[in-house]
């Protein structure tokens, strides 16, 4: 198997961290330079006419894109250590877990950035800088309910690491390109998560 993927980019350092956490040692990581716009070359849009990493590509030659659709196949191939949920009742409420970091927290990081990062701008055309500024506050709000989450129980979505955690702490990774840290916001109970989430194994894959 391939994974495209591209370094730093937070989507793609889902996927790794999720390989890493089960021990996963025969897919081949294939690089793509968003910056010389290698996702566009059509090599790649034919695989993906998305033009978008992370992709895996499996030994049948069939191709799967989205982040978490590529980590369900792998959760099913390699089922332990389980991330998402043993059984409908726990796999509902984490999934909930989840969709709540990536579309509250991880997708306000990325809009704020795509637009208002003049770094980015070449990914995002045009760039909306009030667009941008808003997603930040938003982003704020976010921070602050799961630091609520956070300070009564030890992780994203109960008592035990899931892919709640790792959608969660790739977005604070990729937040700080805007500067962001929870510490300095105030939000003692993220920092302490990111912190210790930070010092798994998993975590230093990028």
């Not at 070449?122 to 982003?139: T, V, W, Y």
């Amino acid at each position: 198997m391939k994974l495209y993927t591209t370094a730093r980019a937070p989507n793609p350092r889902r996927v790794l961290m999720f390989i890493a956490e089960k021990g996963i040692r025969d897919i081949e990581p294939v690089q793509v330079d968003l910056g010389k716009g290698e996702q566009r070359d059509p090599a790649f849009t034919r695989l993906n006419p998305l033009a978008q990493v992370p992709l895996l590509q499996l030994d049948d030659g069939r191709v799967l894109g989205e982040t978490r659709a590529i980590c369900t196949w792998l959760e099913g191939l390699h089922p332990q250590p389980n991330l998402m949920g043993e059984g409908f009742e726990e796999r509902a409420f984490i999934e909930m877990a989840d969709r709540r970091v990536e579309l509250g927290l991880f997708m306000r990081i990325a809009n704020h950035l795509r637009h208002a990062h003049p770094g980015l701008a070449h990914l995002e055309q045009p760039q909306f800088g009030d667009f941008g500024a808003a997603q930040k506050d938003k982003m704020l709000d976010s921070a602050r309910w799961l630091d609520g989450v956070l300070a009564a129980q030890p992780y994203v979505a109960g008592e035990r690491f899931t892919i709640a955690d790792i959608t969660a702490f790739c977005a604070l990774e990729f937040a700080r390109l805007m500067k962001f840290r929870a510490a300095d916001a105030g939000l003692a109970h993220l920092q302490a998560w990111r912190d210790r989430i930070a010092e798994r194994p998993s975590a230093q894959v990028v």
